[in-house]
């Protein structure tokens, strides 16, 4: 009997999954259920180029609408999964239909974390998270106007570079002591955070949002210590939480996310998840963790289906993500602590340098601003966990690459 | 006017010595062009990253033969041009490279 494998999550997790399926030789009924209308698209651009209108909603897609077809891959698109019987394998679905499945992939991926303030509901107010909600603020600021920015983390700062860029006047209001210092420390945060203002964003830093106000639609947003600020597009983008309502009460084990093994497989056998949701078994960080990445969604995603259809890998990855914000390009890998030893190769003054994170003396994370290469080349020796000469790493002058196997040697250096 | 001939411009890159092995340059036709030195033996492909178009001359990462974009990691095999590893899903426009006179030169059709 033909078997029926479903993805649950039309996103970059879904789609690489189901491409693998078909990849590893899978010949059964592929089913990918999304909640959203669209085709499976890379959320990157939603903060930057649909933005700036430098790519258009349908340039963002993962694969050509013929790519489904081609592969017999069946789309339920604008259909919600709505809960899980683990014991009949049926998937129930929010038009009243149900679906049989043999095996299932969990990618429902994450929902903007709603702050409990007045004024959210407001015409004007706006999550980062979708293509729809993208093309909404683009649409928005091309009317030009006063745009708050609620939350200075990646998305935010990202989006705040794109608007300023637009004409637009720009304020963000940081609940911190300094925007992206929960994400890159005080030091670069701070260094990213003077980038931003040059460029005319305003930066209110220890700003507690305390409500947002309006008419027909949005005008100002208060903060707790009495600050104002007008605005005729608010965004706030202070996190995600993992979207977990289909799996509640169904016995698949929750913690943080939706629990996986190394194999990307549930608590409930057959049932597999992969990208924002899984909190998976992070070998480097010796813990279950969740990972928000592109990244991790892209290659979990392929190794859930690779499992599913038994070509068993443990998912073992150094975790790495980017962020562009204007033409500054940050590039962060493993898992770089405030608390770790911090080596720099380069002017912490500048916007072109690199930061190796040491914990014990093991390489555990690294920073680039404007350095991906060096990023990329610090990537297998975290996965090696290499214990570099600290001097070494400092050189700009010593390839990195040679740093992990003892063969560098300190060159003067160059002048 | 038609014609049914192809013609053939061989397009100067470096000299032999001024692309060691383990390396790649640009060459700035349009679109731009990748050429690489692989144990001596010089290939050329696309140099736009299929994915996304970053330069894989500028931003690419050499290693077991494959081109790794730097901005997205996908990965390419230099000598076919073909994927391997995403986001990537077509290949790289390939390019015949020919050494004349110590000098490397790829071969552009116009």
Same mark, same amino acid.
């Given at each position: 009997m033909t078997e029926t494998y479903a993805v649950v999550g039309a996103s970059l997790a879904g789609a690489r999954a189901v491409e693998a399926l078909r990849a590893e030789g899978f010949d059964g009924r592929v089913v990918l259920i999304g909640a959203e209308y669209h085709l499976p698209y890379d959320r990157p651009p939603l903060s930057k180029d649909v933005i700036l209108g430098?790519?258009?909603?349908?340039?963002?897609?993962?694969?050509?609408?013929r790519f489904y077809s081609d592969n017999d891959i069946e789309l339920l698109l604008g259909v919600r999964a709505t809960h899980i019987d683990t014991h009949s394998r049926t998937v129930e679905l929010g038009s009243g239909a149900s679906l049989r499945v043999d095996k299932l992939l969990l990618c429902t991926g994450t929902a903007p974390r709603r702050p409990d303030i007045p004024g959210l509901d407001l015409d004007g107010v706006h999550f980062l998270r979708t293509v729809d909600d993208s093309v909404a603020i683009r649409d928005r600021l091309r009317e030009g106007g006063s745009v708050v920015v609620v939350g200075g983390g990646l998305i935010g700062m990202e989006l705040a570079a794109a608007a300023v860029a637009l004409g637009n006047d720009v304020t963000v209001l940081e609940?911190?002591?300094?925007?992206l210092r929960r994400v890159l420390g005080t030091r670069i945060g701070d260094r990213l955070s003077r980038w931003h203002s040059e460029r005319g964003v305003r930066i209110r830093t220890d700003a507690e949002v305390a409500r947002i106000e309006g008419d027909h639609r949005v005008r100002r947003v208060h903060t707790a210590d009495g600050f104002v600020a007008d605005a005729d597009l608010v965004v706030v983008g202070i996190g995600v939480v993992p979207a977990l309502d289909m799996v509640r009460d169904c016995g698949i084990e929750i913690d943080n996310g939706i629990v996986v093994d190394e194999f990307c497989e549930t608590s409930v056998p057959g049932v597999y998840a992969a990208g924002d949701v899984a909190h998976h078994p992070d070998q480097l960080a010796g813990q279950h963790i969740r990972l928000e990445h592109w990244q991790n969604a892209q290659n979990q995603g392929i190794a859930a289906a690779r499992a599913m259809t038994r070509r068993r890998e443990p998912y073992r990855e150094v975790p790495w993500f980017w962020s562009d914000q204007g033409d500054t390009n940050i590039q962060v890998a493993g898992h770089p602590r405030s608390t770790d030893e911090q080596v720099w190769r380069g002017d912490p003054e500048s916007l072109d340098f690199t930061v190796f994170y040491l914990r014990n003396g093991v390489l555990v994370g690294v920073v680039g601003v404007n350095r991906r290469r060096d990023v990329r080349m610090a990537m297998p020796l975290i996965d090696k966990q290499v214990r570099p000469e600290p001097a070494l790493l400092a050189d700009p002058s010593v390839d990195i690459r040679s740093v992990g196997d003892g063969a560098a040697t300190a060159r003067s250096p160059q002048r | 006017m038609t014609t049914t001939e192809k013609s053939e411009n061989l397009v100067r890159v470096c000299a032999v010595g001024e692309l060691a092995p383990g390396n790649v340059t640009r060459v700035n036709t349009q679109p731009p062009i990748a050429v690489y030195n692989i144990d001596g033996e010089f290939y050329a492909t696309? &140099?736009?990253? @299929?994915? &996304?178009?970053? @330069?894989l001359a500028d931003e690419g990462f050499i290693e077991d033969g494959q081109i790794e974009c730097g901005w997205h990691f996908a990965k390419f095999c230099?000598?076919?041009?073909?994927?391997?590893?995403?986001?990537?899903s077509a290949p790289l426009a390939k390019y015949a490279v020919q050494v004349v006179d110590d000098a490397v030169y790829v071969v552009v059709e116009s």
């Open positions: 430098q790519k258009q909603p349908g340039e963002t897609l993962i694969h050509p609408a609940r911190d002591a300094g925007v | 696309a &140099d736009w990253c @299929s994915h &996304d178009k970053s @330069s230099i000598k076919t041009g073909a994927v391997t590893a995403p986001p990537a």
